[in-house]
């Protein structure tokens, strides 16, 4: 459906910066004429940026056309260089871009537009429709008396951009497009909007038109400081410059304004992300070097140039444990500065008043200095570098200070994690035998994993040491009566208190052997013991055996399981046996019932004793079990004892990524050719 013209306009323009302003004057008219101002802010953006277009990129005179009916408004803008138009480049460009936002503002705010092009030239039109919801303008009616000059009033309107406008345009373009309308209403000769925001970089040029070579009047902008701005207009001033000049100044301060709130509230919405981030790498470091080195690296280039972290030890003075920088080539150049600073920063650090303060930074450095300060405790210092082209911001120094104290804690951690996994280490050695027997005619081999074994990838099989003691144990001896005892058990629970029912197992069954008790009889005052013992869940599986070394060489081994996994025998020719008669475990009931059971070694034969770790290894639903074992050690028959706990071992960690739930304890005892 068409409706008839309510006015129309139809000029040739000039290609020079004249151009956009007498293009806007005639969309002024036009919708003025129409009754359609409240499609004049969006419909001037556009037609300022095509004539802009035109008359810049195409360098050519232009035609436009302005025409309006009563419910919107079409806008022709026509150059006469011929060639295409670019395709439509849907991204917004870069704040300091001069151009790439013309087709993509008239994308974005008409309600159609088109192109056409031939041999002579193009033309881009659009059109922009009133909402068809409000009430329609009545239509002005016409003065004799001729057109008055507008008042202040209609010249506030003019210099006022619409809330909804200015919400869709970047600050850039709504302080262009206020200047623009500021030209149109002073016809000033040129004019500039210089801001400088405070941060060290000065003062830029962010708006202008035309050229000049002395401001006439200059506006301040009303900022808040530190930021601060002005608006410049050239040429021959009339009375009317110094009061439009001053509201100009306001409306753009009060969209630069806006947008430095919305930066800023990004810029802090970023760093309390930063700092979440960071926090979260810091608390899954758990190895002191690993998170000293960790430090520096969150630290550049976000926060400076580079960065260092010193720590206290044992003596006096700092010692430099990290440091990195944008540029490898300064590092030893730094590094010598750091060492130099090193004592006068050590000599602040244990002065009274810094605590969580920055310290004074020692001449050579150019930066800030942090105390790493964690529970009570100063156990170094981070110092930042200041960024190549100004001094760090005080929100830069807050966010530094926040990660020093996130660092300060993830290595308070790490050292306390260390000591604990020392203190696991020396426990869990003085639970365990210092070593096997090395006698003629058998060979023992063992394999200890605790389920709180952290292990480095890469880092091979073997025993790794957790944080905690865990309730598995092995041990063996050799007997006054030249017989040797072999044990392995599992104690329920883990820690202290696992720890101590394990040692209480292990001497009561040492001692006994050593005696020449017969196992079910040391079973059962180890059964009694345990069950004096206070409080609950003091009980343990083992397997104990005796071993008689034959003549022939062969061994015997006498069997008693009390709750405990039956052994696997591991025959030289790749025969497999399970051996052993179950029993009670013992700490639980009053009685229990001991069943020995003799099982005979010949040379080459490997009695495979394990936890219940091995057999219940998940992974996912899936179990370890009895079937995996025996696939994993008969390609090891007939090879050492060694040979054949470490094939176990192996198979049990490769089944599965997961850390070990339970702990893992492997004892192989195998029949030696004397």
């Known amino acids: ?34 009754g359609l101002t409240e499609l004049l802010d969006e419909t001037l953006l556009l ?69 056409t092009h031939d041999q002579t030239g193009k033309s881009i039109w659009f059109r922009i429709d009133r909402d068809p919801d409000a009430p329609p303008a009545p239509r002005p009616v016409p003065d004799d008396g001729g057109e008055p000059e507008p008042d202040l009033g209609q010249l506030a309107a003019l210099l006022t951009v619409a809330p909804a406008l200015q919400s869709r ?115 899954h470091s758990l190895e002191e070097h690993l998170t000293v080195a960790l430090i520096p690296q969150l630290v550049v280039p976000q926060l400076g140039r580079w960065a260092a972290v010193s720590l206290t030890g044992d003596g006096p003075g700092l010692r430099l444990a990290a440091l990195t920088h944008v540029e490898e080539g300064e590092l030893e150049h730094l590094r010598t500065r750091l060492d130099a600073a090193a004592e006068p920063l050590g000599a602040a650090l244990t002065s009274d008043g810094w605590t969580g303060m920055e310290l004074p930074v020692p001449r050579g450095l150019d930066g800030i200095a942090v105390p790493l300060s964690a529970r009570g405790a100063t156990i170094g210092v981070l110092t930042v570098g200041r960024h190549a082209d100004r001094h760090h911001s005080s929100e830069e120094r807050a ?12 290595l308070d951690n790490a050292r306390i994690h260390a000591e604990r996994q020392a203190v696991a280490h020396e426990l869990q050695a003085a639970l365990m035998p210092g070593s096997l027997p090395d006698v003629a005619g058998v060979s023992f081999a063992a394999e200890y994993l605790p389920a709180t074994a952290r292990r480095l990838p890469g880092s091979g099989p073997g025993p790794v040491v957790g944080t905690e003691v865990g309730g598995d144990f092995y041990d063996a001896t050799e007997l006054p009566d030249h017989r040797l005892w072999v044990a392995i058990g599992d104690v329920c629970g883990k820690g202290a208190q696992a720890a101590a029912v394990t040692g209480v197992v292990r001497d009561v069954l040492r001692v006994m052997a050593r005696d020449g008790r017969p196992l079910p009889r040391a079973l059962e005052l180890l059964n009694a013991t345990l069950l004096e013992q206070p409080g609950d869940l003091r009980y343990a599986t083992i397997a104990s055996a005796l071993l008689d070394r034959g003549t022939a060489g062969s061994v015997t081994a006498t069997l008693c399981l009390s709750g405990h996994e039956r052994p696997l025998l591991l025959r030289a020719s790749g025969g497999l046996e399970w051996v052993g008669r179950e029993g009670t475990a013992v700490g639980l009931f009053p009685d229990v019932k001991v069943n020995p059971e003799e ?54 960690e490769a089944f599965s990524p997961e850390s070990p739930r339970d702990d893992i304890a492997i004892l192989v005892v195998r029949c030696d050719p004397e």
């Open 399 to 410: 966010v530094i200070a926040d990660l020093a104290k996130r660092s300060a804690l993830a």
């Open 47 to 115: 037609t300022t940026e095509l004539a802009t277009n035109g008359v810049v990129h195409a360098g050519t005179d232009i035609n436009l056309t302005v025409a309006a009916d009563s419910i919107g408004v079409r806008v022709t803008v026509t150059d006469y260089r011929s060639g295409g138009i670019d395709p439509l480049d849907t991204s917004m460009p870069e704040v300091t871009a001069e151009g790439g936002r013309g087709l993509l503002l008239v994308d974005r705010f008409a309600s159609s537009w088109g192109t």
């Open 169 to 283: 345009l970047p600050v850039d373009q709504i302080v262009t497009e206020l200047l623009a309308r500021c030209h149109d209403a002073t016809g000033a000769d040129g004019g500039a909007i210089e801001y400088d925001a405070g941060d060290g970089i000065g003062t830029q040029v962010i708006a202008r038109f035309g050229e000049f070579e002395s401001a006439a009047v200059t506006a301040a902008l009303p900022l808040t400081a530190p930021a601060n701005g002005r608006l410049l207009l050239a040429g021959d001033p009339k009375p009317s410059w110094r009061p439009l000049a001053d509201l100009v100044a306001e409306r753009v301060a009060l969209a630069v304004q806006i947008d430095r709130m919305r930066t800023d509230e990004q810029r802090r919405s970023g760093w309390l992300t930063y700092l979440a981030e960071a926090g979260e790498l810091l608390a």
């Open 599 to 652: 099982v005979r070694l010949d040379t080459g034969d490997a009695l495979v004793f394990f936890t219940d770790g091995v057999t219940e290894r998940r992974d996912g639903a899936a179990m370890f079990g009895h079937e995996r074992i025996e696939r994993a050690v008969r390609g090891a028959a007939g090879k050492s004892a060694r040979q054949i706990a470490t094939a176990l071992l192996e198979a049990v």
């Open 1 to 34: 459906m068409t409706y008839p013209e309510r006015a129309a306009r139809r000029l040739r323009l000039p290609a020079d910066d004249r151009s956009p302003a007498a293009a806007r004057a005639a969309v002024r008219a036009v919708l003025a004429e129409a």
